[in-house]
């Protein structure tokens, strides 16, 4: 999955945390399927990311040092179009022009390798992020299918395809899973797996990574 689309996902989250977190304790736990051992189930696994809490926390953290970092840049430009304007108050080729110059031409420089560097860091950060919270799905799918003695988790998207959009519809053409029995999605359970325990102010905690180990998202910081 590319960088975009995985920001696209965690854009379509539109909802808060605070409401999903309402939602979630207001819902009544889904029930474990039953009779599944030895049977394939499906997941959908960008279904989970959408409604992971913590997850959404975290990237909503990150985005908030994006949002910083560039009003950071806005202000560094600020003063060097400050600079730049300066300049013209001196004749080319004498000493004055000349160490003003070569302060404004160091500022662009520096800039441009601080954005880079900024990029390169949300760009890693975000990865962590996804890695992370993806370990954690797959361990709540290893015990789910530890205690109910599946033989296999395909991954499938669930949603349901727009006739009005032509990418849409190639997809469930083109679907992997073209027809299961009622009763294999275990999605939602997973949902409710990896949510469990989650405080109620969890959208107001910087929660780091804390796991061992996504796909990057659709952060396009600083420009």
């Not at 854009?11 to 051992?37: C, E, N, R, T, W």
């Not at 709540?140 to 530890?146: Q, R, W």
């Not at 395809?161 to 469930?172: I, T, W």
């Amino acid at each position: 999955m590319s960088r975009i689309s995985l920001l696209a996902l965690c854009a379509a989250g539109a909802l808060s945390v605070a409401f999903l977190i309402d939602s979630a304790a207001a819902q009544p736990p889904v029930q474990q399927p039953q009779s599944l051992a030895g049977q394939t189930v499906l997941l959908d696994v960008n279904a989970v990311f959408k409604a992971h809490l913590r997850f959404k926390a975290m990237m909503e953290d990150m985005q908030r040092d994006v949002e910083q970092a560039e009003a950071d840049v806005k202000q560094e430009k600020e003063k060097i179009r400050k600079l730049a304007e300066s300049l013209e108050q001196f004749h080319a080729g004498t000493q004055d022009y000349q160490q003003l110059d070569t302060e404004l031409t160091k500022r662009q420089s520096d800039l441009a390798v601080k954005v880079q560097m900024r990029k390169k860091e949300f760009i890693q950060q975000e990865a962590k992020i996804y890695y992370g919270v993806y370990q954690e799905i797959m361990g709540a799918v290893e015990d789910f299918a530890n205690q109910t003695g599946v033989a296999l988790v395909m991954r499938y998207n669930r949603e349901p395809a727009s006739v009005e959009k032509p990418d849409d519809v190639l997809r469930e053409i083109n679907k992997p899973v073209v027809w299961s029995p009622r009763g294999r999605d275990i999605t939602d359970f997973i949902i409710q797996k990896v949510n469990a325990g989650m405080p109620l102010n969890t959208a107001n905690n910087r929660m780091g990574v804390p796991l061992p180990g996504g796909m990057p998202g659709n952060q396009q910081p600083l420009r």
